[in-house]
Structure formats: C-alpha cells, structure tokens
C-alpha cells in the first residue's frame, strides 16, 4: 500500500473520530436548548460554506483533521441563551457527550472486531492440514474442508468423528464434505496401522469458527473498554513504580497515529489471521483504540479539554457557586495555548523516537 493511501486513510479516520466527537456536543448541545451557530468539518481558515441547517452553518474548512462546533455564546455569559449563559448542568451535558461518543464508537468497533473474530463451532469438524501421501490427500480433501457426514452419519463433534473412524479402519468410507459453501462428496479408505501421530485419514482436525453471539460480543466489547480504562488511569502509578517502559508509555501525535496504524495494516496484509469473517484485525483494534484514548483524553481535567469545562461546572453543581466567567476564558486560553506547545513536543518525538506495536 502506498504512503500516500495510507496518509489519506490515516487522515479520513483522525477526521472521522473528531467528527463523531463534535457530533455528540453538537447533538447533546440541540437537545438541551443551546443553538450552535457553526458546525464545521476540518478546522479554519474557512474554505467554504457548505449550507445552513436549522440555524447551524455547516462549513468547510481548510485543516482537514476532524471539525468543531461553535455553540451560541460559548464564552459569554452575556449572550441571552447562549452556552455559557446555560445552567451548570446543561454546560456538563454538552461537554460530557463528545467523549462519550468516542467511547460509543469504540465500542461499536470492538463489537464488530468480536463478531468477526468469532468463536469455535464445537458441533463441527474442519481439516486444518492434510498429511503427504495421506489417504485424504490421495483424494483431493483439503485444509479448510468441514466434514458434514461419515457414510450418511451426521458429524457431532470431532470426538464423534474420530471414533468413527476408527471403527471404519480398512474399509472404504464415503465423506460429505462442505468446500467454500458447497457439498461434495469423498470416497477413501482409512488406515489400519497410519504413521505415529497421524490418523486413519492423515488429517488434523479443528473447530470452524463461527460469528461469536452479539450479546456476547457486546459484553466483551465492554470489558475490553473496561480495561483500556483502567490501564490508562493506573498508568502514572505504574510509570512512577518502574513497571511500564516509559518509551511505550508517552503520548503520540498524528506522526505516532499514522506510524501506529501503518504497522497495524503491515500486520493485517502479513499475518495470517483465522477470523470468522474476512476482517482486518489489527486495523480496527487500532481504530478502537484510538477512538477511546480520544474519550478518556478528552475527560482529563485540564482546561481547554472537556474535562476541564466539567471541572469548572462542579463548583456550580455542588455549592452553586459559579467560577467568574473571565477566569475560565483566561485559564482555558493559556491552558490551549500550552496543549499546542505540548503537541509540538510531542511531534517532535513521533520523529525521533518512532512508536512501535509491540508483538
């Protein structure tokens, strides 16, 4: 795959994921009475106007990684139904959804990484390899092959299927067989006296794997999200006890996203990996996990993130006493300012220090 699809496909999910994001503020921002006078995909300068939807210009802007929303009186509490002008708790909804909608997608992704995955079908026997010169082999029985029936005998199991072969030895059996959807049919005779771990046939047998259960692929989905959570949040206590190499530990930036995703499609395209359905793995788990760490950066509390917006709700929701508006305009402006001087940091170090996937 060329650098430069994989630079546009790097550049279209970071979009997306972003513009999930502003969609939960946007949506949540509608559904509590707070206008949003622009909603923007990519960020300013403005390239152009897209239209307007019930108030809300739509935009097109120049800087294509995600979007952004531009509630009503955002940081003026002055402005007579805007944001900031909004109770505490409406100000909490708005900021809480778009992380919220990380954590929706996330979870979306690993359900259907699940799903794909599946989950071994006990009730069926597929051959996983065929031995040279095998009685099996001799007849055209390949790898991938799910044996259906042994002379009209529905198959139950493997143990089912090897006991019936073993009770067959020296006589000529005939297999149904299902191949890419299909059934056809075999004729062979298994051995009496086959070489040491080898069967009668001279085949290995395993379990096809089916489509794992959407429920079960929704509780997994959720533990999975559980966990990334948990990680993030213990890992300054690990990072400070020695147990997390640092190198693997420290934030990324676009460069460290595409380096990431890079080797996760490498992944895909290289490994040779039994799924139920025909899914890149390693893609979508990156995908997932991206989504995720946007949740829970997003719910950090620094100002300027949204976790830094709720945190200034809390005084207001508490004690219902509310932080003068100017302080937080000007802690939310130094604190910006100093996530684009981080961001920079920590570009510098995508370049000098590469993330690898560990494997």
């Keep these: 795959m060329s650098i430069f699809f994989l630079i546009l496909q790097v550049v279209l999910v ?31 300068p403005r390239l152009a106007k897209i239209g307007t939807w019930k108030g809300t210009e739509i935009t097109l802007n120049w800087i294509p990684f995600g979007g952004f929303v531009k509630p ?16 505490a708790w409406k100000r909490f909804v708005i900021a809480l959804s778009g992380p919220l909608m990380n954590f929706l997608i996330g979870i979306i992704i690993l359900i259907v990484i699940y799903s794909g995955i599946g989950v071994p079908a006990s009730d069926q026997a597929m051959i996983s390899q065929v031995s040279p010169g095998s009685p099996a082999m001799q007849v055209g029985l390949q790898p991938e092959d799910i044996i259906v029936s042994v002379n ?64 079960q692929s929704v509780g997994y989905a959720f533990q999975t999200t559980g966990y990334v959570i948990r990680e993030t949040v213990l890992l300054p206590v690990r990072l400070i006890r020695g147990t997390v190499d640092i190198s693997l530990a420290r934030p990324v930036g676009y460069k460290g996203i595409y380096d ?67 302080w937080e305009n000007a802690v939310n402006t130094v604190s910006f300012l100093l996530l684009i001087l981080l961001m920079i940091v920590i570009t510098i170090l995508d370049f000098t220090n590469p993330i690898v996937i560990p494997q």
């Design 14 to 44: 970071i979009s997306l994921l972003i513009f999930f994001h502003e969609l939960g503020h946007f949506l949540s921002a509608r559904a509590v009475g707070v206008p949003i006078e622009e909603f923007g995909f990519g960020y300013p």
């Design 72 to 87: 009503k009186g955002e940081s003026d509490e002055a402005v007579e139904g805007g944001m900031a002008a909004a109770p």
């Design 152 to 215: 009209g005998q529905k198959i139950e199991n493997i143990d089912h299927l090897i006991e019936i072969i073993k009770t067959k030895s020296g006589e000529e059996i005939t297999l149904v067989v299902e191949r890419d959807g299909q059934l056809e049919t075999f004729s062979l005779v298994p051995r009496v006296n086959p070489p040491e771990g080898e069967g009668g046939m001279g085949v290995g047998l395993t379990n096809p794997l089916k489509p794992t259960p959407f429920f």
């Design 260 to 326: 990431i995703y890079s080797q996760a499609v490498e992944m895909d395209q290289e490994t040779d990996v039994t799924t139920a359905e025909p899914i890149p793995v390693f893609t979508l788990s990156i995908i997932a996990n991206i989504s995720l760490a946007l949740g829970i950066t997003n719910l950090l509390p620094i100002p300027a993130l949204d976790g830094g917006r709720i945190l200034f709700t809390l005084p207001e929701l508490i004690f219902k006493k509310r932080i003068p508006q100017k």
